[in-house]
């Protein structure tokens, strides 16, 4: 099966349905698109000090952690969505 063919999966963490349209774009993608990179990154920076500071006051302290690290994550140019291969694999 091509990769492109394979079903979406949803995780409340690192894709969350709600944040997904019918076209399969994401909203961070359009927040890009509409208003650059640079400054999407900063506002990750705002969004992972929102959900440590949160973190164990809404939901579960695991999940905010998790959420902070991923907004980290994509401020730092490392997109959370990718698959991690280490390098010299295929």
């Not at 091509?2 to 963490?13: C, G, L, M």
Request: glycine share 6%; aromatic share 12%; with cysteine.
């Amino acid at each position: 099966m091509d990769p492109s063919e394979q079903p979406v999966t949803f995780d409340n963490v690192l894709r969350p349905k709600h944040y997904n349209q019918d076209e399969g774009i994401e909203c961070i993608d359009a927040m890009i698109a509409a208003f650059g990179l640079e400054a999407i990154e900063a506002y990750c920076l705002a969004a992972a000090f929102k959900y440590l500071w949160r973190a164990g006051h809404k939901g579960t302290k695991n999940e905010d952690l998790s959420k902070a690290i991923w907004y980290l994550r994509f401020a730092a140019g490392d997109d959370p969505r990718k698959v991690y291969k280490p390098k010299g694999t295929p």
